[in-house]
Nanobody
Framework: VQMVESGGGLVQAGDSLRLSCAAS????????MGWYRQAPGQERELVAT????????NYVDSVKGRFTISRDNARNTVYLQMNSLKPEDTAVYYC?????????????????WGQGTLVTVSS
């Protein structure tokens, strides 16, 4: 199972970016997908999560009203629309999925991560 991210970059404060993350492999079901971020010298923190079945979302307080998580279940893809970006949003963003995959002939529950994409917001 692989998670491939795209969409990071360098923007100015107030700009927008859209991150994408596609999961591939022998996936039977994805339960939740989400985005985390890690700024230099800080621990990785949850940004937003989404249950793929009921569509329930959860956001860290600092991004509420600015970021929106969404998904395309048919493509096993999760998106993070980031508006009104601030310098404090600068970090490496990682996508995450909790899923059920067919590995070695058995269905296995996995937590997988993308490779990370850098978002830099200048003031």
């Amino acid at each position: 199972v692989q998670m491939v991210e795209s969409g990071g970059g360098l923007v100015q404060a107030g700009d927008s970016l859209r991150l994408s993350c596609a999961a591939s492999g022998s996936i039977l079901r994805i339960n939740t997908m989400g985005w985390y971020r890690q700024a230099p010298g800080q621990e990785r923190e949850l940004v937003a999560t989404l249950t793929t079945g009921g569509g329930r979302t959860n956001y860290v307080d600092s991004v509420k009203g600015r970021f929106t998580i969404s998904r395309d279940n048919a493509r096993n893809t999760v998106y993070l629309q980031m508006n009104s970006l601030k310098p404090e949003d600068t970090a490496v963003y990682y996508c995450n999925a909790n899923l059920l995959a067919l590995i070695g002939g058995s269905y296995t529950r996995l937590e997988t991560w993308g490779q990370g994409t850098l978002v830099t917001v200048s003031s």
